[in-house]
């Protein structure tokens, strides 16, 4: 089976430039989790929707940030404008249910850099 | 915070022994996961234990859970080179979304 699958794997952008992120699902998972990671902070949830709604946005950093879920097995993470701070590395990760009681499967990231 | 603590931070150990790592976290919960980390990879699943449980074995891996002082271990027995990773718990406490840790940062010496 194919695992969660982000692009681009790496980005590396100009501060104020649009950034978007993408992230496939595992077939037949129903909730989607984006993740920041930065040696400061660490592994930060940013947003975690089940069938396709948002449950929790309280980690998204601000209005920059956006995230969509347009159909079922598609994710993205927006940040408009780009800045320095937001150089990280940006996880997403697909479970079957809702909430902590099932493993979340991880794609392996996008490195993203502000410049 | 309910963020689980790892100790130690880092750990470098030879291959054939055992390594273990510690995590603990400060609100109740529901479940504990662990989850390792390959050097730019993404983190993958090793184990979810239930708060009514209190060990849990796949493989060389073994997990046990102390909910009266909040805290888990993670052993890794008869090391290899590829269990050269970072290992994170992650707690729920109750939020409906995991808290994960800073992690313990594991080296394997052939």
């Known amino acids: 089976d194919a695992g969660v699958i982000q692009s681009p794997r790496h980005e590396v952008t100009e501060m104020g430039q649009e950034v978007t992120l993408r992230c496939k699902l595992i077939?037949?998972?129903?909730?989607l989790f984006w993740y920041r990671q930065t040696m400061m902070r660490g592994l930060e949830l940013l947003i975690y929707f089940n069938n396709n709604v948002p449950i929790d946005d309280s980690g998204m950093p601000e209005d920059r940030f956006s995230a969509k879920m347009p159909n079922a097995s598609f994710s993205t993470l927006k940040i408009q404008p780009s800045e320095p701070r937001d150089s990280a590395v940006y996880f997403c990760?697909?479970?079957w249910g809702q909430g902590t009681n099932q493993p979340q499967h991880f794609g392996d990231g996008t490195r993203l850099s502000i410049l | 915070s309910q963020q689980g603590e790892e100790d130690p931070q880092a750990l470098s150990i030879q291959e054939g022994e055992n390594a273990t790592m510690n995590c603990s976290y400060k609100t109740s919960i529901n479940n504990l996961q662990w989850y390792r980390q390959n050097s730019g990879r993404g983190l993958v699943h090793l184990i979810l234990?239930?708060?009514?449980?209190r060990e849990k074995h796949s493989g060389r891996l073994r997990v046990t859970l102390d909910t009266s002082k909040k805290s888990s271990s993670l052993l890794i027995t008869a090391s290899r080179a590829a269990d050269t990773a970072s290992y994170f718990c992650a707690t729920d406490g109750n939020t409906g979304k995991l808290i994960f840790g800073q992690g313990t940062t594991l080296q394997v010496k052939p």
């Open positions: 990760a697909s479970s």
């Open positions: 234990i239930r708060s009514n449980e």
């Open positions: 077939s037949g998972h129903n909730s």
